[in-house]
């Protein structure tokens, strides 16, 4: 069994920073994709940012020049750096990650809010 563990949530004010950690341990094989999701208050999860084995990522446009998504392969780590919040970034944020033969895991969830 994969487990993920999500870190670095919390309360910030508007144009404040907050940088999110995710450590994936146990049986971890080759880990393919590893991504950021979230899900505000009554609205349907959504991907915030992408970055395969190689590095290549994928910004949802709404965070694009604000977050920045990064990966340490030998920690089988993925990192969120989010800069500029906003309000609508309030949300529970997800790691999830996809391993080569197709197995994805997801973490638990950490709460970012940000208030105005």
């Known amino acids: 069994q994969v487990q993920l563990v999500e870190s670095g949530g919390g309360v910030v004010q508007a144009g404040g920073s907050l940088r999110l950690s995710c450590a994936a341990s146990?049986?971890?094989?080759?880990?393919?994709?590893m991504s950021w999701h979230r899900q505000a208050p009554g609205k349907q999860r959504e991907s915030v940012a992408i970055?395969?084995?190689?590095?290549?990522?994928t910004y949802v446009e709404s965070v694009k020049g604000r977050f920045t998504i990064s990966r340490d392969n030998a920690k089988n780590s993925v990192y969120l750096q989010m800069n500029s919040l906003k309000p609508e970034d309030t949300g529970v944020y997800y790691c999830?990650?996809?391993?080569?033969?197709?197995?994805?895991?997801w973490g638990q969830g950490t709460q970012v809010t940000v208030s105005s």
């Open positions: 146990g049986r971890v094989f080759s880990i393919n994709i």
């Open positions: 999830r990650i996809v391993d080569s033969g197709g197995q994805s895991t």
């Open positions: 970055i395969s084995r190689s590095g290549g990522t």
